[in-house]
Structures are given as structure tokens and as C-alpha cells.
């Protein structure tokens, strides 16, 4: 009996890794599916959960769509995954954000680049804001620009991430927006927002490069004054009242978008179906309850028009990281 459940046991691992070898003979999924290159409960997790809950309700899907998680290197193990064994299944798209084109742009992914996958679309976002205390001696962006132009290194910053993060960088690209070198910036890293903004009401930080969705509690209290918003335009609501950095004349936005890729080998009537199915999907009124419910703005680029977008910020950070020392 234990000779046969060995027999049994040896059988399936080859039988594994004969699948796993051959690659595109990957047993397919049938049902549609979301690969959440991370933990459950995080913002990948949100953005796979956001297009199974609403395609699903829209009618736009026929089964429900399975959610899997596969965290590992911020996104490389999916990545790497999707090239390497899921390359030309039809029915799985991979949640992707802004994070995972700071980190193509790092090389983190290995030897896979941007070109390697079939960039989908998107379907929200939340946007980069510039924050001070609310007893700062900044009223707007252009004032704080001037004092760090004149004393970069007297101005602390802080976010949740270190440098080369996606906090990091917003604070980067507003500080070239006013000709000042990333590399002058006075920079303290924290564990996360929440952390972030504690330094900042504690008087240990100036300024804070947080989003737009986690200010939301904060407005009403008096304590903050968001000197920009790193949006192209103004954000309706309780964000009504904050200025662009466009407008106040300091070209930087930051989008935190969330969207999905699929693999490299994907046919073409295949990736136009789910561009088709999510761009009607981002027109549906149901669609919309359920981004606001996420904290989500909107934001829709789809096919062509995202894959290049999302080309064009990794040719960005990557030309920020070579000006820092982040990449040679």
C-alpha cells in the first residue's frame, strides 16, 4: 500500500512538471481569473476584487471570475509566472498598479521588461497629494517650491516608503517640476501612511507626499492644508477645494492607477474581448458605485492607449532612477 501512494505521489510530480515545462500546454483556466500578485487584502486584492464583483454584476461575465493570490518581489513571482507558464492563456488577466511600473523601471522583475506582457487597462485610481500642517508657513504649492529652491536640504519629507518607492517619487517629480535635484531632497522614510501622518502632525516631517483617498478623514479636522493635488484636474467632493500642481504651475501628476495585464503570447481576438469587456464595464452606472465604495477616482485607458501610457512611466522612472544612483 505505501509502495502504491509513492508510485502515485512520483507519478503527479512528474506529471507537474512535465506542465510546468512545456509552458504555453498549461492546463488553461476555463472560468475567468485575476491573479493578485500579493497577500489577500491588499490594494491588489481590492483591484481583482473590483473587476470579478463588477463584471460579474454588469452581466459581462458568464461565470464568476476566481481571484488568486501569488505574492512575491512586489509582483516579480506573478510576472515572472505569467511569462514563463501562463504566456498565452485567454481567460486570466493579472492585477497591476503604478507600484509595478516603478519596479519594472528598477529592474525588478528580473529579466522580464515592460514589453513582456499585454497591457490591458485601467479601471481607477487614487492620486498623489502634497500635505503640510495646517499651521505650515506654506499656503500653496508655488510658496513651498521657493523655499525649497533656496534651502532643499532644510525641508524634511516623509512618506510611507523608502527611496526609490512610489512615495519617494512623487516628492521626486514635484521637486524637478521646480528644477531641484531629487538627490537635494531631505527625505524620511515610514512604515506607511498612517505612520506618515502622525510624523507630520507631530512636527518631526514638513511635508507629506500621501493620496488623495487616505486625506479623506483628515479634512474636516483642521489639522492638514493639502497644498496639491497630483491629479490633471481637480477631484470633485470633499477634494473639490484642492488645487492641481498643474494649475498652480508645476507640471507633475502622480495617478496610483489600478489595472491588468495579460500574458506576452495572448491572442489578439482574446485581449480585444477583455479590452471590449472592460471598457463597457467602466461605462455601466453599477460600476461606479463600486469604485467610489473601494475609494477609487476614475480613470479609464484601455488597450493601445494604456500600453503605451504605462510604457511612457516606466521610460520616466527609469530616466528618475538613472538620475539618483537607483539604476545604472
Known amino acids: 500500500m505505501k509502495f502504491n501512494s509513492m508510485l502515485r505521489h512520483w507519478s503527479s510530480l512528474l506529471l507537474l512538471s512535465g506542465v510546468l515545462a512545456t509552458g504555453t500546454t498549461y492546463a488553461q483556466s476555463e472560468a475567468p481569473e485575476c491573479i493578485a500578485p500579493a497577500k489577500p487584502g491588499g490594494g491588489y486584492d481590492l483591484t481583482c476584487r473590483l473587476a470579478a464583483n463588477a463584471l460579474q454584476k454588469t452581466g459581462l461575465i458568464e461565470q464568476p471570475m476566481m481571484v488568486s493570490y501569488m505574492p512575491g518581489g512586489i509582483g516579480a ?3 515572472n509566472h505569467v511569462n514563463g507558464v501562463r504566456n498565452a492563456d485567454p481567460n486570466l488577466i493579472v492585477a497591476a498598479s503604478t507600484g509595478a511600473a516603478v519596479n519594472l523601471a528598477l529592474g525588478k522583475f528580473g529579466q522580464y521588461d515592460v514589453d513582456d506582457v499585454r497591457w490591458l487597462g485601467a479601471l481607477g485610481a487614487d492620486y498623489g497629494a502634497i500635505v503640510v500642517k495646517a499651521d505650515a508657513p506654506w499656503q500653496n504649492l508655488d510658496q513651498l517650491m521657493k523655499d525649497l529652491q533656496t534651502k532643499p536640504g532644510q525641508i524634511v519629507f516623509g512618506a510611507g516608503g523608502t527611496v526609490g ?5 512623487k516628492a521626486a517629480l514635484t521637486a ?9 531632497l531631505r527625505y524620511v522614510a515610514f512604515e506607511g501612511g498612517g505612520e506618515s501622518m502622525a510624523a507630520l502632525l507631530g512636527g518631526h516631517i514638513q511635508v507629506f507626499t500621501g493620496d488623495l483617498s487616505e486625506l479623506r478623514s483628515h479634512l474636516e479636522s483642521g489639522k492638514i492644508r493639502v497644498l496639491a493635488a497630483l491629479s490633471e484636474e481637480r477631484m470633485g467632493g470633499p477634494y473639490a477645494e484642492i488645487p492641481t500642481a498643474a494649475e498652480q504651475g508645476y507640471d507633475v501628476q502622480w495617478p496610483i492607477w489600478r489595472g491588468y495585464y495579460m500574458g506576452p503570447d495572448v491572442s489578439d481576438k482574446a485581449y480585444q474581448e477583455w479590452v471590449n469587456k472592460l471598457q463597457t464595464l467602466s461605462k455601466k452606472e453599477k460600476f461606479a458605485e463600486l469604485r467610489k465604495a ?4 476614475p480613470m479609464s485607458r484601455f488597450g493601445y492607449d494604456f500600453e503605451n501610457y504605462v510604457k511612457g512611466q516606466v521610460a520616466q522612472f527609469k530616466e528618475l532612477a538613472e538620475e539618483v544612483g537607483l539604476k545604472q
Open 77 to 79: 513571482v506573478a510576472y
Open 165 to 169: 518607492s512610489q512615495d519617494w517619487m
Open 176 to 184: 524637478k517640476a521646480a528644477d531641484i535635484s531629487p538627490r537635494d
Open 294 to 297: 473601494r475609494g477609487l477616482f
